[in-house]
């Protein structure tokens, strides 16, 4: 997306304000061919900058345009613009707030039924977008409306700094690309792993929370609840799935914290004992880390002999106290 578009430049005008900045000024049939538009384009796109004040036609040479300084021009669409947001976000607060009034009043209003693909698809990404601290997510093995790759809400709010905390259903390894499980990890959300969740759950900033209202219905419906008593009781079913879980999270080698009386494991070594702790298979291990399965096997040989486990259990005991994996 062209950076300009922010300030209310469309393609055109964007591509003629940066040809004017680095030639100073020219005419219109210069820009036409510089820019391979029409002159009506051009034309159009010149009388819309210079309504904004980042262009104007030179006094002294009839039919040139001058950029206006980048600095000084910009800076002002910017302040404009972050006015307008501003304005704009007093007024979604108090809507926000006029609607809670409204829900307090109303035993109806406190749940919102949604209906459909599109629209449970559209209120999850609505409840990540509008995140402002923490986003609390608990995935199943079936998802419904919005798959894992799909999910373009959760790179943005968690570029914002918005925290993750993300419990899946250890089924959901078998359905989750190396390559996915890779980026949640590098986007620093905190994942664990359970045997079984018992519901689809999303809950933001511990006051708005989703759920799905017929698991077995044809068509996907949920409730997204606002009440402050529904939503605590979710909240406190959501951290009891997230303390009996298991943390899907490499500590590394270089820690501090590490405590060592033989060589220590490597990164692969961490993430294959994260993977086998959350009961993965040696199988679904390999295909996770992109191994082949006798780099997986080898490597479990390995650490159990350098730990002096006679079992995988003991082996994720050793690892435990080591403090190469630990349970936050």
């Known amino acids: 997306m062209e950076a300009l578009a922010a300030l209310g430049l469309g393609p055109a005008e964007a591509n003629l304000y940066r040809t004017l900045v680095g030639l100073g000024g020219t005419t219109v049939d210069d820009l036409t061919h510089r820019c391979q538009l029409s002159n009506a384009e051009v034309e159009e796109s010149l009388v819309g900058l ?9 006094a002294a040479t009839p039919g040139r345009w001058v950029a206006a300084p980048p600095g000084i021009a910009l800076r002002a669409l910017l302040n404009d613009r972050r006015h307008e947001l501003d304005q704009a976000e007093l007024v979604a607060a108090r809507l926000a707030e006029a609607h809670r009034t409204d829900a307090a009043g109303s035993v109806h ?3 919102e039924v949604v209906v459909g693909a599109g629209a449970v698809g559209q209120r999850f990404h609505q409840l990540q977008l509008g995140a402002v601290e923490e986003v609390c997510v ?37 359905q989750t690309s190396q390559t996915e499980l890779v980026a949640v990890i590098r986007r620093d959300e905190e994942v664990r792993i359970s045997d079984r969740v018992p519901t689809k759950l999303v809950i933001a900033d511990r006051r708005t929370a989703m759920v799905p209202l017929d698991a077995d219905s044809p068509e996907p419906a949920a409730l997204v609840i606002h009440s402050t008593g529904l939503v ?13 879980a298991w943390p899907l999270n490499f500590v590394s080698p270089e820690s501090d914290e590490l405590v060592e009386t033989a060589p220590g494991p490597d990164e692969t070594d961490l993430q294959v004992l994260s993977l086998l702790i959350a009961g993965a298979s040696d199988v679904l291990v390999a295909r996770q880390l992109d191994v082949g399965l006798r780099t997986v096997q080898r490597r479990v040989r390995s650490l159990m002999d350098a730990t002096g486990a006679n079992s995988r259990i003991q082996l994720g005991w050793a690892a435990h106290e080591k403090g190469w994996l630990r349970r936050p």
């Open 50 to 58: 210079e309504r904004m004040g980042l262009v104007a036609q030179s």
């Open 109 to 111: 209003d406190l749940v």
């Open 138 to 174: 608990l995935v199943t093995d079936n998802p419904t409306a919005v798959t894992a790759s799909e999910n373009q809400a959760e790179d943005i709010a968690a570029a914002r700094g918005v925290r993750y905390r993300v419990v899946l259903e250890r089924d959901v390894l078998e």
């Open 232 to 244: 605590q009781s979710l909240l406190s079913l959501f951290d009891f799935v997230w303390r009996e």
